[in-house]
DNA sequence: TCGATTTGTCTAATTTAGTAGACAACTAGT
DNA sequence: ACTAGTTGTCTACTAAATTAGACAAATCGA
């Protein structure tokens, strides 16, 4: 129990390149500039340079720097993306302006039981019959977020099969003849990435998620949508 | 480069824990109640249960978890806080009914110029006077939150001074002419602890940090703050 | 062209993480 | 008292992370 705890279980070489690509996203260091040398990055982080040089191999195959033999390493990428939320905000419209490609694809459906955080969040009584979407959001090909959402099955039978056909939860809402919706509630906590978030959105195990819990009512105040969305918290922030 | 990204540099008795210290948190395991046994986790996870004790003793350590020889493991603590943001929220308040005791403490005031985060958040020049304030806040006994806010020099040049002697920063405007000033932007991201941040707030490498980045403004929408605060991610979430 | 600087590659050794098995100590019910 | 089930402790081994040093290969300016 001595390095065990320093350590806290993450590898060295993960969190020197949690350091720099946080450095990088943050904008500390721009897009082309160069960065120290492994010479001077070991020594900063009181670690050897091949531990350094595991923590570039990570960075490099993430796209986020690049290694020119004899010149030094250098930043390739951009920085985190902005999703603005509100009480009226749509999904895509949050990041207008900040993608050019934004896509959503239906992973799955299913009819379940509410369990006592959905129940709380649609207002109904637990064991209450509910459909459940699971999807997966691209942004510019690559996978932006991973999200479960919860509606009430009386209310809505046919909501899987419409938004499977739309693509757009603006759209399917329409069809069922709710006009205008609204955000009556936002949670948004951190935590590391599941298995299946880490293979669905592809990232690696360890991936700090951030998590938005949230209820969607209709213009009774009546709840329509309970909803998990999980986003890489390196590649956006969220903007209330 | 076979098991190194499939780990990603996160020990399994690290994933483990934070598996199981969520499961708590999020109320899938009520306080008082049996966790699975040890030999039943090792399934679980694919693990050896070695590999388990281990992380049930960081659990321990945290005080999540009690384990009793013979009988089994058990759940200790409480569900994590939920941090009410908006636009009026005074810092202490969103807190309210949870927990007992909430003080804060100044770490230290510099005077320093703004780089270009703190004057875009302020609206200023990159290079003006700022005030820096280092915060740690306690809610009963226990680290919260560590922030630190920017204020422009030129218009509160005794601030430091005031909120170190009230403790308040509601209180410290209030005698600075500011009776009364809103939200106007709140970012959310969330990262791994820096070292610094783990030291102040007693955590261990790798946790989860949720960060909010914000900008208060006067009566007449005039930046007078500008703060970054990081809460444990473990132990807190934001509710907008 | 030379030399200083930097990344790339290789070998080797040590420390930490994880697996495996055996058995002791304790609890609860029969 | 006994038994089944659970946590606690110990030893031994394998795999991964980290350190250490040496040298090759490329770049750049003097």
Redesign the interface.
């Known amino acids: 129990m001595t390095k065990n705890?320093?350590?806290?279980?993450?590898?060295l070489?993960?969190?020197i390149?949690?350091?720099i690509r946080?450095d990088i996203i943050g904008?500390k260091v721009s897009s082309g500039e160069q960065l120290p040398t492994e010479a001077a990055l070991a020594q900063r982080f009181a670690a050897n340079r091949h531990t350094v040089r595991r923590a570039f191999a990570?960075l490099a195959e993430e796209g986020v720097v690049r290694a020119e033999q004899g010149r030094g390493t250098f930043v390739n990428s951009a920085r985190?993306l902005?999703y603005r939320?509100g009480r009226r905000t749509r999904f895509s419209e949050g990041l207008a302006g900040q993608v050019q490609d934004m896509h959503g694809e239906l992973l799955s459906t299913r009819l379940e039981n509410a369990n006592?955080?959905v129940a709380r969040g649609l207002g109904l009584r637990p064991g209450t019959r509910v459909t459940r979407l699971e999807r997966l959001s691209h942004a510019d090909g690559r996978p932006l977020s991973r999200g479960t959402s919860w509606f009430p099955y009386q209310r809505f039978p046919d909501i899987a099969a419409v938004f499977g056909r739309t693509g757009s939860l603006t759209q399917a809402f329409a069809e069922l003849g709710i006009t205008d919706y609204s955000r009556a509630?936002?949670?948004?906590?951190?935590?590391?990435g599941?298995p299946d978030e880490i293979r669905d959105i592809g990232l690696?195990?360890?991936?700090?998620?951030?998590v938005t819990e949230i209820v969607d009512v209709d213009a009774d105040d009546r709840p329509i949508q309970y909803a998990l969305t999980r986003f890489p918290?390196?590649r956006l922030?969220?903007?209330?």
Chains 1, 2 share one sequence.
């Open positions: 705890d320093a350590r806290g279980g993450v590898a070489w993960r969190r390149a949690d350091e946080l904008g990570v985190r902005s939320i006592a955080s509630s936002t949670r948004i906590s951190a935590r590391y599941t690696v195990p360890g991936s700090v998620m951030l918290a390196d922030e969220l903007v209330v």
